[in-house]
């Protein structure tokens, strides 16, 4: 499914875990682009993160008083990763030239118990694109959600990148978060800095101030979070992409009593803009 508006295209995989397959302005590719076979999800350009993000530690956790285990679910991950939605097919709810809506529905399974309903709306208008990320509570006990947006952008061009947070946390060999220190502790991202180092990033910064810019040669790009007070910044040492994830919680929130809980019949949503 393509949209298109102005400069802008952006190309949708609904079966495909609701994914974006490419998002390019002026036909350069903005996102990482999807090879036609793609099945990995791993292998798009961009996914949602729902009902949780990033890692749950050994998948499991408590909640009311009740112990649950789910299972890890990407190969190579000692612990459950992203949540249900990047692994599951959307349905098209509505689609035009340039918007669309895409509907996943969960109904409570081993890789998740509560049943809850996801919507992705996504809106191409000349300036780049929207997505909005809603969940709602469908079960009849409370429901620890996390939401996120996970976009590979294009490493080839960047000059640098810029954002501003009040802290990250550090992480154990498992890639869990287990130490809160100063945002500037892994480099000063405030003043810009360039993606160029050996080391890898896979941290999730505290207290972001919603904005990201990305500055290519072909003229700079803002990603901005909307209702995601964390960013979680991959950055793996010689790869051709980085992600920058605007988030609503830390990974393993549901285990440091971050994440938000939803009553029945509650709505969580967030948004993402790439824009420029």
Same mark, same amino acid.
């Given at each position: ?11 949708? #995989?609904?079966?495909?875990?609701? +994914? ?6 002026? &036909? ?8 036609? =076979? ?6 798009? +350009? ?10 749950? &530690?050994?998948?499991?956790? /408590?909640? /009311? ?41 969960? =109904? ?18 000349? @300036? &780049? ?40 946390? /550090?992480? =154990? ?5 287990? +130490? ?13 800095? *360039? ?15 919603? @904005?990201?810019?990305? /500055? ?36 393993? *929130?549901?285990?440091?009593?971050? *994440? ?7 709505? #969580? ?5 790439? #824009?420029?």
């Amino acid at each position: 499914m393509r949209l298109a508006a102005g400069d802008w295209t952006a190309d949708l #995989r609904p079966g495909a875990g609701g +994914a974006i397959a490419s998002l390019t302005r002026r &036909g350069v590719d903005i996102l990482r682009p999807t090879s036609a =076979d793609a099945t990995d999800p791993l292998a798009f +350009a961009s996914f949602p993160l729902v009902p949780y993000a990033n890692r749950i &530690g050994g998948g499991a956790f /408590e909640v /009311e008083g009740v112990r649950h285990v789910v299972p890890a679910n990407c190969p190579g991950q000692l612990h459950p990763l992203h949540g249900v939605g990047w692994l599951s097919a959307w349905s098209v709810e509505a689609a035009d030239g340039a918007q669309a809506t895409l509907l996943h529905r969960h =109904d409570g399974d081993t890789a998740w118990p509560w049943r809850y309903a996801a919507t992705q709306r996504f809106a191409l208008d000349p @300036t &780049g694109l929207t997505v909005t990320l809603g969940v709602e509570n469908w079960d009849t006990r409370a429901m620890p959600v996390s939401l996120g947006f996970h976009p590979y952008f294009v490493r080839s061009g960047v000059k640098a990148i810029a954002f501003d947070a009040g802290g990250v946390w /550090e992480v =154990d060999a498992t890639l869990l978060p287990v +130490a809160h220190v100063a945002a500037d502790t892994l480099g000063d991202w405030s003043a810009g800095a *360039a993606l160029d180092r050996a080391d890898l990033i896979d941290h999730c910064y505290t207290g972001w101030a919603g @904005t990201v810019r990305i /500055e290519r040669a072909d003229g700079a790009i803002t990603l901005t979070g909307s209702g995601t007070p964390m960013l979680h910044l991959y950055l793996p040492p010689g790869a051709p992409f980085f992600c920058a994830e605007p988030v609503s919680a830390m990974p393993n *929130a549901v285990n440091h009593g971050a *994440a938000d809980m939803l009553q029945p019949g509650a709505c #969580r949503t967030i948004a993402m803009s790439i #824009r420029g």
